[in-house]
T-cell receptor, first 113, second 112 residues
Framework: NAGVTQTPKFQVLKTGQSMTLQCAQD?????MSWYRQDPGMGLRLIHY???????DQGEVPNGYNVSRSTTEDFPLRLLSAAPSQTSVYFC????????????FGPGTRLTVT | AQKVTQAQTEISVVEKEDVTLDCVYE???????LFWYKQPPSGELVFLIR??????QNEISGRYSWNFQKSTSSFNFTITASQVVDSAVYFC?????????FGGGTRLMVKP
């Protein structure tokens, strides 16, 4: 099992550019989520999905889009990058049920200039 | 709304000292789940423990122990006889209703 994989590991964008962060898991988890990590603020939930075709907003969704066409994949799209979106992005997945822990990908470090 | 507070942003100890990381949570839910994660310098997030709101038993795993007290809304984490490898950022988190809320994290530095 590869677990949760994310690509790319590093990315530099110019303000206004768009891009997609890829996330995939091979554990057949229904629940997937995206977080951003900023210094001193812990991780904040951007969007999550409880299954294919179902997505919902988290705490900081503005400027990001998601879709979930398969159980395995949960891409995060930045529509028009802004310097405030400079952050480390983590994708996670877990089995159905709040009791279960989330498994995190290795993260993507994004810099917007 | 949920909120998780880790008041200690940074702690520095000398190897073999015991250290306690504090976590205070806020919620109106009666059913919720609490977690601790470790983020070593390499950057990945590692799951350490979970607790549900109906289980107030303390837990010990080797040098790690956790104290969950609903009366004070706290879920504290103690490392006994700390080691340099324990140096990391530790996050407390709460899940109620599909949203995992993290505290700001406590950076623990263990010096030899």
């Amino acid at each position: 099992n590869a677990g949760v994989t994310q690509t790319p590991k590093f990315q530099v964008l110019k303000t206004g550019q768009s891009m997609t962060l890829q996330c995939a898991q091979d554990m057949n988890h229904e629940y997937m989520s995206w977080y951003r990590q900023d210094p001193g603020m812990g991780l904040r939930l951007i969007h999550y999905s409880v299954g294919a075709g179902i997505t919902d907003q988290g705490e900081v969704p503005n400027g990001y889009n998601v879709s979930r066409s398969t159980t395995e994949d949960f891409p995060l799209r930045l529509l028009s990058a802004a310097p405030s979106q400079t952050s480390v992005y983590f994708c996670a997945s877990r089995a159905s049920g709040h009791y279960y822990e989330q498994y995190f990908g290795p993260g993507t470090r994004l810099t917007v200039t | 709304a949920q909120k998780v507070t880790q008041a200690q942003t940074e702690i520095s100890v000398v190897e073999k000292e015991d250290v306690t990381l504090d976590c205070v949570y806020e919620t109106r839910d009666t059913t919720y789940y609490l977690f601790w994660y470790k983020q070593p310098p390499s950057g990945e997030l590692v799951f350490l423990i979970r607790r549900n709101s109906f289980d107030e038993q303390n837990e010990i795993s080797g040098r790690y122990s956790w104290n969950f007290q609903k009366s004070t809304s706290s879920f504290n984490f103690t490392i006994t006889a700390s080691q340099v490898v324990d140096s990391a950022v530790y996050f407390c988190a709460q899940d109620a209703g599909n949203m995992l809320t993290f505290g700001g994290g406590t950076r623990l530095m263990v010096k030899p």
